[in-house]
């Protein structure tokens, strides 16, 4: 279930993250908006993660993870902005890092 929590959170994350590009410095209602509710929900849904037993350097670690990841292809995908291959690169060294701490921590 914390897991699922963390998914949901990083959802929010993402989304609200994608929406203040959208809300053009918070001059257009809706994204403002979900900015704020989506930033809202993501931290509480990561609290109940915490809560149920997730570690806080494991559940920061996939958060930020999947959320640059996942910002990343939105910027690409919704917005058009472009996505080099360097970036690519390093988004998986993100994503490396975390499975390294991830794994790490289950042997300890």
């Known amino acids: 279930m914390a897991?699922?929590?963390?998914?949901?959170a990083i959802t929010c994350e993402v989304a609200a993250t994608v929406s203040l590009k959208l809300s053009?410095?918070?001059?257009?209602?809706?994204?403002?908006?979900?900015?704020?509710?989506?930033?809202?929900a993501a931290f509480a849904?990561?609290?109940?993660?915490?809560?149920?037993?997730l570690g806080i350097g494991v559940a920061y670690g996939l958060w930020a993870a999947a959320g640059v990841?996942?910002?990343?292809i939105a910027g690409t995908?919704?917005?058009g902005e472009s996505?080099?291959?360097v970036q690519?690169?390093?988004?998986?060294?993100?994503?490396?890092?975390?499975?390294?701490l991830e794994l790490g921590g289950r042997t300890a």
Request: hydrophobic share 65%.
């Open 45 to 53: 849904l990561l609290s109940q993660a915490l809560t149920r037993g």
């Open 69 to 72: 990841a996942l910002v990343a």
């Open 83 to 85: 996505l080099t291959w």
């Open 77 to 79: 995908v919704l917005l």
């Open 24 to 40: 053009a410095g918070f001059t257009r209602l809706v994204p403002s908006v979900v900015v704020v509710v989506g930033y809202l």
């Open 3 to 8: 897991y699922v929590l963390l998914a949901l």
């Open 88 to 100: 690519v690169g390093g988004i998986g060294l993100v994503i490396a890092g975390v499975l390294a």
